[in-house]
């Protein structure tokens, strides 16, 4: 079977958006999501910029999420945070309604230094969860292909784990596009007797330099295949596109057949790529 001809299947299906800087940019998004809820999304989330730079923006945007009336999380990240400022920011994500949490390490700008009184994401889900009980479902980062700064594969596992201890509900991945990485790694979680979803985060292709920086930046594997056609491409959007169409969607169903309990799309603030995702895969 190909993506192109798969049945609908239900299955859920979230989107994540990054907080506008611009008005302009604010009525774009406004669009984009009326475009994607056609998708009818398990739930929207909103990135938090490191150290708070864009609370304002995220939970704004977190905001007007549930006021179209559809389910949001608002990432959150600690580093920098001290713990009475995440008292706060929990207290006011609670009194607008916000029910899931995507919590998070988060990365300083360099030369920022590490600063706060959290460490790493396991203290933020504790915290949270010794400060809110279930008032929120907690979702947190999953690396299939290893977080950049991990000392080793396992380390990096445990680090997973010991999320999970400290309370979290379930996962996103970061985007990658080798489904056996994302397997083995959910193999892995559950031979710890881990038994959270992990759902894959899925990257729409859009373009060729910009996913090339983000992924050397956050340590997701191009494979050479896939970055020598995109170089190939050039400056040639539409063959870009539709090359990374076929990719994504190819992508997606492997995972589909895998059983994976959803797919994250980080939209990037843009509707049609990952509408026509959703389309082929008859999502
Ligand atoms: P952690 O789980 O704390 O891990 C960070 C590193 O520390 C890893 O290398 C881990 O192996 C290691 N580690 C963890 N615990 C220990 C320990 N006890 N001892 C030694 N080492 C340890 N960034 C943002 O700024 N804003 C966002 O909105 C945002 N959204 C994201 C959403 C998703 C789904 C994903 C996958 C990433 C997102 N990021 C975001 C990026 C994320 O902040 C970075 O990847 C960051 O470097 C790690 O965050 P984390 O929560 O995974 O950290």
């Given at each position: 079977m190909t993506a192109a001809n798969a049945p609908a299947t239900?299955?859920?299906v979230s989107f994540e958006f990054f907080p506008p800087k611009t008005p302009e940019g604010a009525e774009k998004l406004r669009t984009v999501r009326q475009q994607l809820y056609a998708s009818k999304p398990e739930f929207c989330s909103v990135t938090y910029g490191a150290g708070g730079s864009t609370q304002e923006g995220t939970f704004g945007?977190?905001?007007?999420i549930l006021a179209e009336g559809v389910s949001a999380a608002s990432h959150f990240s600690c580093v920098g945070a001290t713990r009475q400022s995440v008292r706060e920011q929990l207290a006011t994500l609670k009194s607008m309604g916000v029910r899931r949490l995507v919590?998070?390490?988060?990365?300083?700008?360099?030369?920022?230094?590490?600063?706060?009184?959290?460490?790493?994401?396991s203290d933020l889900v504790a915290f949270i969860r010794a400060e809110t009980g279930r008032d929120f479902h907690i979702?947190?980062?999953?690396?299939?292909?290893?977080?950049?700064?991990?000392?080793?594969?396992?380390?990096?596992?445990?680090?997973?784990?010991?999320?999970?201890?400290?309370?979290?509900?379930s996962a996103i991945t970061q985007y990658f596009f080798n489904a056996?990485?994302?397997?083995?790694?959910?193999?892995?979680?559950?031979?710890l007797g881990l038994d959270v979803p992990v759902v894959p985060g899925i990257m729409p292709i859009m373009g060729s330099s910009q996913l090339m920086r983000f992924s050397d930046a956050c340590g997701a594997e191009?494979?050479?295949w896939i970055r020598l056609r995109l170089q190939g491409f050039g400056d040639d959007t539409a063959s870009i596109r539709a090359f990374g169409l076929d990719v994504v969607a190819s992508l997606c169903e492997q995972l589909r057949q895998r059983g994976v309990p959803g797919l994250h799309f980080y939209t990037m603030n843009q509707s049609a790529t990952t509408l026509e995702l959703c389309r082929r895969l008859g999502l």
């Open positions: 239900g299955l859920p945007t977190v905001q007007e919590a998070l390490r988060g990365d300083l700008p360099s030369g920022y230094g590490m600063g706060g009184e959290f460490h790493y994401a979702e947190v980062a999953a690396y299939p292909e290893v977080h950049p700064q991990a000392k080793s594969p396992e380390a990096d596992l445990q680090a997973f784990a010991a999320k999970v201890h400290a309370g979290a509900d056996d990485a994302y397997e083995r790694f959910v193999n892995d979680v559950r031979r191009i494979p050479r």
